[in-house]
């Protein structure tokens, strides 16, 4: 294989990662990043199983969606609650509700697989060009590639 095909190929095949290794990064930062905390009231709920849905409206009219398995998140409409909601995202992170808090389910398990989905690829790119004496190339694919699959990811945040 020339050059060209060894730095295109790794270019090509790094995008997935890039995308997968950018959503990481936005849920971990959705996840553990700053909070605004703001006061809303449970419009709407659901069970299903052991799950609760709950819808919340604020003052301001915003509407927000949440779930969770813990039995303090069973709340009544209307029920007066304080949100804490991500500044990155806008989701909300946990509900309190009568001084008790209880957090709502992170998104750090898609952290984890989208972690293992873009170091394989990554990984599996360099082992490949290692072997074919070209990890210079590699590298430098692998940066293109990257780049090419975060900037999408990105711009829609």
Do not use: N
Not at 18 to 35: D, E, K, M, N
Not at 39 to 53: K, L, M, N, P
Not at 125 to 139: D, F, S
């Amino acid at each position: 294989m020339g050059r060209v095909a060894t730095l295109a190929t790794a270019a090509l095949v790094t995008i997935p990662a890039g995308a997968a290794l950018c959503f990481a990064a936005f849920w971990t930062v959705q996840s553990i990043g700053p909070v605004e905390r703001t006061e809303a009231v449970t419009v709407t709920r659901s069970s299903t199983g052991d799950s609760h849905h709950l819808v919340f409206r604020t003052a301001e009219g915003e509407r927000f969606e949440a779930w969770s398995a813990d039995e303090g998140f069973d709340m009544p409409p209307g029920e007066p609650v304080r949100l804490e909601i991500s500044e990155v995202g806008h989701q909300v992170r946990a509900v309190e509700r009568l001084g008790e808090r209880v957090a709502v389910g992170s998104g750090l398990a898609l952290v984890f697989w989208a972690v293992l989905f873009g170091g394989w690829i990554q990984a599996a790119v360099l082992v490949g060009t290692a072997e074919q004496r070209r990890l210079g190339l590699g590298l430098a694919g692998s940066a293109a590639g990257l780049a090419a699959g975060a900037v999408p990811v990105f711009l829609l945040f």
